[in-house]
């Protein structure tokens, strides 16, 4: 079964830069619709990015403007670059994969999975 898989989270100080990826292996002729969210301590999960052929880049007033996500659809995979983090964007950042389109696609039609996380720590 496919599911997405992230990478890239860290520590880094006020101000740092990191790449997060994910990946979502054997699913071959597939394309997706991405999504980036996180979650911190004690708070629920919120949007943070999402691209796909419909509407393109989307991203929460919070990241706009550091935040940029790009997509390898070739490989299936999704990056979301960040700069200039703060310590507020520390939390457990969380991939979400959509079946887009692929007529020779084998996931159901309705797959959507998420992936385990990847956290982000930005000291002050």
């Known amino acids: 079964q496919a599911q997405p898989v992230e990478s890239g989270g860290g520590s880094v100080h006020d101000g740092g830069s990191l790449r997060l990826s994910c990946v979502v292996s054997?699913?071959?002729?597939?394309?997706?619709?991405w999504g980036w969210y996180r979650q911190a301590p004690g708070e629920e999960r919120e949007f943070v990015s999402s691209?796909?052929?419909?509407?393109?880049?989307r991203y929460a007033d919070s990241v706009k403007g550091r935040f940029t996500i790009s997509q390898d659809e070739p490989n299936n995979t999704v990056y979301l670059q960040m700069y200039n983090l703060r310590p507020q964007d520390t939390a457990t950042y969380f991939c979400?994969?959509?079946?887009?389109?692929?007529?020779?696609?084998?996931?159901?039609?309705?797959?959507?999975?998420w992936g385990q996380g990847t956290q982000v720590t930005v000291s002050s």
């Open positions: 979400r994969a959509e079946r887009s389109y692929g007529a020779h696609c084998r996931l159901p039609p309705d797959f959507v999975d």
């Open positions: 691209i796909n052929i419909r509407a393109g880049e």
């Open positions: 054997g699913a071959p002729y597939c394309t997706f619709d």
